[in-house]
């Protein structure tokens, strides 16, 4: 079945290490995101993606890394950078521009645990 | 900037009441309006959407959503909630390709 995957589902790390977060898609998606998702914050926009070796800041991209090497994979590095980075982090993706209406379809998101 | 307000935090209703979940929206031209619901621990799902046309949008689960363009709203209905729809909802709006989130309502049902 097509769909969006992340992993790892739950992840604790020690303050100061980096972590990598992956999330592969085979919906042939050509735009990927990455949100945070807090307590009574609802999600905010870390960055994104909208062709393979491009990509934007979002709202809170500070801390944070990414690459688009290949169509179906977005990973996410939070990095030691990142003062708060305990959070419930979401990778979503979007069809070709042409039939992109901003509809977006999520996987079911990585919780990280930094100790 | 675009915003979208989600007045209510947490609401508490009856199973086999009526459910109203409030959105507006602050956008120019006509969005592109989105409702998510999002289960504990899990990913956001699509209930509906609504682009151009008819204002009264139909979706999954029973759900439906009418947009007004006078009050700035979108506001999500379903006329008998089940046990199994208490889940935190989300409104969106489309920015130029991506979804800016409301704040979310989460959904209790007492049975």
């Known amino acids: 079945d097509g769909g969006i995957t992340q992993s790892p589902k739950y992840l604790f790390r020690k303050e100061g290490q980096n972590v990598t977060l992956s999330c592969e898609q085979n919906?042939?998606?050509?735009?990927m995101y990455w949100y945070r998702q807090d307590p009574g914050q609802g999600l905010r926009l870390i960055y994104y993606?909208?062709?393979?070796?491009?990509?934007q800041k979002g709202d809170i991209a500070e801390g944070y890394s990414v690459s688009r090497e290949k169509k179906e994979s977005f990973p996410l590095t939070v990095t030691s950078a990142q003062k708060n980075p305990t959070a419930f982090y979401l990778c979503?993706?979007?069809?070709?521009?042409?039939?992109?209406?901003?509809?977006?379809?999520f996987g079911e998101g990585s919780r990280l645990t930094v100790l | 900037a675009q915003s979208v307000t989600q007045p209510d935090i947490h609401i508490t209703v009856s199973e086999g009441a009526s459910l109203e979940l409030r959105c507006n929206y602050s956008?120019?031209?006509?969005?592109?309006l989105f409702w998510y619901v999002q289960s504990p621990g899990q990913g956001l799902q699509l209930l509906l959407k609504?682009?151009?046309?008819?204002?009264l949008v139909q979706g999954i689960k029973g759900f439906e959503a009418e947009f007004k363009r006078s009050q700035s709203s979108f506001n999500l209905r379903k006329p008998s909630v089940h046990w199994s729809d208490a889940a935190e909802y989300f409104c969106?709006?489309?920015?130029?390709?991506?979804?800016?989130f409301g704040q979310g309502t989460e959904l209790s049902v007492k049975p």
């Open positions: 993606s909208q062709i393979v070796n491009d990509f």
């Open positions: 969106a709006v489309n920015q130029g390709g991506k979804l800016i």
């Open positions: 919906l042939n998606h050509d735009a």
């Open positions: 956008y120019g031209a006509t969005p592109y």
């Open positions: 609504y682009f151009s046309g008819d204002t």
């Open positions: 979503a993706s979007s069809p070709p521009f042409y039939a992109n209406t901003g509809e977006l379809f």
